[in-house]
């Protein structure tokens, strides 16, 4: 300005409040980008970590299905109902199926043969039965016949209800002899995603929507499929008759991938995941208004927005962190009842298999009291109270014997308690052999036992289910006659007890698949008894391992020394 001259007093605030303004519109703009950017980074975050949970989830469900299509297309019984028997395994294996399906929670698990017709299912008691049904013109029969196994989505020719179908072949001498198939239904799952409030679905490689939270989106599409396809979508009846038609919300253009640069200008934020089948798993979240909250906010106090951000990060991520100690916790604990609840069917069973045995131990000194008992009457009526008083200790020492036997059996199938004290490994052992004793007498088997008196730390019921176990799988694969050795060693910090038998032993393919559920080398058995047990000397600080010896079996109880 010239010398002299001089600023007024409105000069001033003209010009503060023309850099306020500068200020705030720069604060403004810089708090838009900013609210912009933060909304839309907590959608992308929160819409990988749901994609990539959800779809790790879903393969995990349906692993288990593949599971059991590959255990069950190695079924002997179902080979043989292939090859033409009937009859009383006919029966025995739709029970296996049903019971297979209550189990797992598949919708039918069904046999067919190289025509495609249902021989055996799951559902033969319900009015739906397969049983009788011909899918030849299915998709997945057809390439299963083929290449040996193939996953199908597609509606019920029964039922109506959509599910997907995992079939796999069955081979003998080389050739494909019939199919199983297990199908799933997606309802339960879908419900989930409903009650978490989550916009998610699966699609296949052609971009149909299988699977989705919004029931009214399946069966549409989110790219264009040309009408050639379509049609042969329509002739293997996979989607229902009606034809496929693009999601409006794809149609329009609004769906962005949390990847592209202009991410927060679309209505809705896209992540994915794949899945092994080839299916995609879509999360979507609406950005609008999550972007317009934040702009607003920051719009009102720029720094207040921020701290507000701030807090709102620091807060969601404690959340996340919460939920998720929560969920595990939760998860854990369900997966402790889940063990305790197997380890519990595994003891009934158990007992199943031993009650015969029991049952003749105690017939015999219960007929031996019933003659002591009236011969004691007899000497009484005589008057020689010597003799009677002789037949009256024997029937106490024979009540003792019972005493023993039923204490035993009580013990072992009362429930887990999980408290760990110390415990005499020569009490576990001589429980073990008590169950046992009439199984091991009618197998004429042979018990070698050693000095075994250790103290160990656990729990006797426990260790007792799992010495059950291994002598039972012993009696089990060998030959009558089967010589069973229980030894032990120890160190400064474990006592192994090995339990050896001079059996068949185990092949290689069996020792792969040895801990793994629902693996057996046994026609009835379930695969659960090394499983579970393994399971209980881990939780009891310990282990359990199969050795290798050149005759035979032998398995190893790692536990815990008693101090």
């Known amino acids: 300005r010239p010398v002299g001259m001089t600023v007024k007093p ?11 303004a500068c200020i705030a519109g720069a604060a403004l703009a810089v708090g838009e980008v900013i609210g912009r950017r933060a909304a839309v980074s907590q959608i992308n975050i929160e819409a990988r970590d749901a994609s990539e949970l959800l779809a790790a989830s879903l393969g995990r469900e349906l692993e288990q299905y593949r599971l059991a299509s590959r255990l069950l ?33 598949a919708a039918a698990i069904y046999l067919l043969d190289t025509q495609g017709t249902t021989l055996a299912a799951s559902n033969w008691r319900k009015p739906e039965s397969f049983i009788g049904e011909n899918y030849a013109f299915r998709a997945y029969f057809r390439e299963a016949m083929r290449t040996g196994s193939h996953e199908q989505f597609a509606l019920g020719n029964t039922t109506g209800r959509a599910g997907l179908y995992i079939a796999r072949h069955l081979v003998q001498s080389g050739q494909p002899v019939g199919v199983i198939v297990a199908k799933v239904e997606m309802d339960k799952l879908e419900a989930e995603w ?9 699609s296949n490689t052609y971009g149909v929507i299988l699977v989705s939270s919004v029931a009214d989106w399946r069966f549409d599409t989110i790219k264009r499929i040309d009408p050639a396809t379509q049609q042969r979508m329509l002739n293997d009846i996979e989607y229902g008759t009606r034809p496929l038609s693009m999601l409006p919300v794809y149609a329009g253009g609004g769906v962005r991938r949390v990847s592209d640069p202009g991410a927060w200008e679309g209505p809705w934020l896209e992540a994915t995941a794949r899945l092994q089948n080839g299916w995609t798993l879509h999360v979507l979240h609406e950005t609008r208004p999550r972007v317009d909250a934040a702009t607003a906010a920051i719009r009102l106090q720029i720094i207040s927005v921020l701290m507000v951000l701030l807090l709102l990060v620091l807060g969601t991520v404690f959340l996340r962190r919460s939920l998720a100690y929560r969920a595990e916790r939760a998860l854990l604990a369900e997966q402790r009842k889940l063990n305790e609840r197997l380890m519990q069917f595994n003891k009934l069973a158990t007992l199943g298999q031993i009650a015969a045995g029991v049952g003749h131990e105690i017939n015999q000194p219960l007929s031996a009291m019933t003659a002591y008992a009236a011969n004691a ?32 059996l009580r013990g072992f199938a009362r429930k887990s308690t999980g408290a760990i004290s110390v415990v005499n490994l020569s009490d576990v052992i001589d429980g073990a052999l008590l169950l046992l004793r009439d199984r091991i007498r009618s197998s004429r088997a042979t018990i070698q036992t050693e000095p075994l008196d250790h103290a160990v730390i656990g729990e006797a019921v426990r260790l007792e289910q799992v010495l059950v176990n291994l002598i039972q799988n012993a009696l089990d694969a060998g030959q009558a006659g089967v010589a069973i050795s229980l030894s032990v060693e120890s160190d400064d910090r474990f006592v192994s007890l090995t339990v050896a038998d001079n059996g068949p032993g185990l092949s290689d393919t069996a020792r792969q698949s040895l801990f793994q559920p629902f693996s057996s080398t046994k026609r009835e058995g379930l695969g659960l008894g090394l499983v579970i047990s393994r399971d209980i000397m881990n939780g009891l600080g310990g282990e359990l391992v199969a050795l290798a010896p050149e005759q035979g079996a032998a398995f190893v109880m790692r536990m815990r020394r008693a101090p």
């Open 194 to 202: 409903r009650q978490a409030r989550l916009t998610a679905f699966a």
């Open 73 to 105: 297309a190695q079924d002997s019984d179902a080979v043989r109902l292939l090859q033409g028997e009937r009859g009383t395994r006919l029966s025995d294996f739709n029970r296996r199926l049903e019971a297979l399906s209550d189990s797992m929670g």
């Open 377 to 408: 009457r007899g000497f009484l009526e005589r008057g020689d109270l010597a003799q009677a008083g002789d037949n009256l200790e024997r029937i106490l020492k024979l009540a003792g014997r019972i005493g023993t036997i039923t204490g035993e």
């Open 10 to 20: 409105w000069h001033w605030r003209v010009l503060a409040g023309v850099v306020i």
